[in-house]
């Protein structure tokens, strides 16, 4: 494992990777000050950074990609609105039901293949109170995720993302961008990412998973939407004090870690394409696209093949609980920066043991 020797190949998420040397010493000798009095210049240096990447106005810094999706979502709805968003996206399936919770919204979702929706989906789905006597709720927000997670790490094409943003904004809704993994997205189409995100009115930036850092989170878009959303950072219980030693190291991720995640794809393209040879699992190689593998199993069979790769000391995770996937089991693995070829190799090798 680079940096961190172990006897595991650790490919549950992106989330497990430790802070690498380099970036410790950076978290240490970072310049601080109270970010909850706006002060601490590390934490405003970040924002401003990530503000200018993706060519907004304003960004903000925030513990988690749940917490920068919950105020993106309080600061651009009111209770008793609706959203618009995948039936598999991370917004409806993993963050708590806090969308209903926290901002008091409904929500109205949309099927599409490899957790992508199309702008014809989206339209279908947007409900107003204008026309309805009132039994519609207002249809104010579309949130897209990109890379589509439960898709298997799939990736928008540029002029669908395009097209959904006309479509929220031709029907007075705003677009919100869940870009956890947007680097992903970024390297693996060769987009840039002003572009990316160009049409979009929020966009959340996780540090955390690719990028390689400990904590945090960054929402950015236009600065009164900014503003709204640092008032709910407060009463979320999202307001950091010497928040700089965390956002020293989202800098040094921004500065290194974003054009070696092209290693991660490639790796997982070479994992992916060795299992879906094997007879006992199928993988949809299409959806392989960024650095994330789902492999299907037959069904039930996906608990017993994470105990099996763990017995062999590969870690992935079965995501049976809460997904329908039809006549099969799956389990998903996760490549990152602590990932080696020779961890890629003994992967295969487990996998292939484990049938």
Same mark, same amino acid.
């Given at each position: 494992?680079?940096?961190?020797?172990?006897?595991?190949?650790?490919?549950?998420?992106?989330?497990?990777?430790?802070?690498?040397?380099?970036?410790?010493?950076?978290?240490?000798?970072?310049?601080?000050?109270?970010?909850?009095?706006?002060?601490?210049?590390?934490?405003?240096?970040?924002?401003?950074?990530?503000?200018?990447?993706?060519?907004?106005?304003?960004?903000?810094?925030?513990?988690?990609?749940?917490?920068?999706?919950?105020?993106?979502?309080?600061?651009?709805?009111?209770?008793?609105?609706?959203?618009?968003?995948?039936?598999?996206?991370?917004?409806?399936?993993?963050?708590?039901?806090?969308?209903?919770?926290?901002?008091?919204?409904?929500?109205?979702?949309?099927?599409?293949?490899?957790?992508?929706?199309?702008?014809?989906?989206?339209?279908?789905?947007?409900?107003?109170?204008?026309?309805?006597?009132?039994?519609?709720?207002?249809?104010?927000?579309?949130?897209?995720?990109?890379?589509?997670?439960?898709?298997?790490?799939?990736?928008?094409?540029?002029?669908?993302?395009?097209?959904?943003?006309?479509?929220?904004?031709? $029907?007075?809704? #705003?677009?919100?961008? @869940?870009? +956890? =993994?947007?680097?992903?997205?970024?390297? %693996?189409?060769?987009?840039?990412? &002003?572009?990316?995100?160009?049409?979009?009115?929020?966009?959340?930036?996780?540090?955390?998973?690719?990028?390689?850092?400990?904590?945090?989170?960054?929402?950015?878009?236009?600065?009164?939407?900014?503003?709204?959303?640092?008032?709910?950072?407060?009463?979320?219980?999202?307001?950091?004090?010497?928040?700089?030693?965390?956002?020293?190291?989202?800098?040094?991720?921004?500065?290194? $870690?974003?054009? #070696?995640?092209?290693? @991660?794809? +490639? =790796?997982?393209?070479?994992?992916?394409? %060795?299992?879906?040879?094997?007879? &006992?699992?199928?993988?949809?190689?299409?959806?392989?696209?960024?650095?994330?593998?789902?492999?299907?199993?037959?069904?039930?069979?996906?608990?017993?093949?994470?105990?099996?790769?763990?017995?062999?000391?590969?870690?992935?995770?079965?995501?049976?609980?809460?997904?329908?996937?039809?006549?099969?089991?799956?389990?998903?693995?996760?490549?990152?920066?602590?990932?080696?070829?020779?961890?890629?190799? #003994?992967?295969?090798?487990?996998?292939?043991?484990?049938?």
């Amino acid at each position: 494992m680079r940096d961190y020797p172990s006897d595991r190949v650790d490919l549950r998420s992106d989330t497990v990777t430790q802070p690498t040397p380099a970036m410790r010493e950076v978290m240490a000798a970072a310049e601080v000050g109270d970010d909850v009095l706006g002060d601490d210049p590390t934490v405003i240096e970040l924002q401003n950074r990530i503000a200018e990447m993706l060519g907004k106005e304003a960004a903000l810094f925030v513990p988690s990609g749940t917490m920068s999706n919950a105020v993106a979502i309080k600061s651009q709805t009111r209770p008793g609105d609706e959203i618009v968003t995948h039936r598999k996206s991370h917004i409806y399936m993993y963050e708590a039901g806090g969308y209903a919770v926290l901002s008091g919204c409904s929500i109205s979702l949309v099927e599409g293949h490899r957790g992508l929706m199309s702008p014809e989906d989206v339209q279908m789905a947007i409900r107003k109170v204008a026309g309805s006597d009132s039994h519609y709720p207002e249809c104010t927000l579309i949130c897209v995720e990109n890379t589509a997670n439960v898709g298997g790490g799939s990736i928008y094409d540029q002029d669908t993302l395009d097209a959904i943003c006309e479509v929220a904004h031709s $029907n007075d809704c #705003r677009a919100h961008l @869940d870009g +956890a =993994r947007l680097f992903n997205a970024v390297i %693996a189409s060769g987009v840039d990412a &002003a572009r990316m995100v160009r049409d979009f009115d929020t966009i959340s930036i996780c540090l955390s998973k690719g990028l390689g850092a400990p904590v945090g989170s960054v929402l950015v878009g236009d600065a009164a939407t900014i503003a709204e959303a640092h008032r709910w950072r407060k009463m979320f219980g999202g307001g950091m004090r010497q928040a700089g030693v965390l956002a020293a190291a989202g800098i040094y991720a921004l500065e290194n $870690n974003i054009e #070696r995640l092209a290693e @991660d794809h +490639a =790796r997982a393209r070479r994992l992916a394409e %060795a299992v879906n040879s094997m007879e &006992a699992y199928s993988i949809d190689l299409g959806a392989v696209q960024s650095n994330m593998v789902y492999i299907d199993c037959r069904k039930g069979a996906a608990k017993a093949l994470v105990d099996s790769l763990g017995e062999r000391g590969v870690d992935v995770l079965d995501l049976e609980q809460g997904v329908d996937y039809g006549d099969v089991s799956t389990v998903r693995a996760v490549v990152h920066l602590h990932i080696t070829d020779e961890d890629i190799d #003994r992967a295969i090798a487990a996998f292939e043991a484990a049938q």
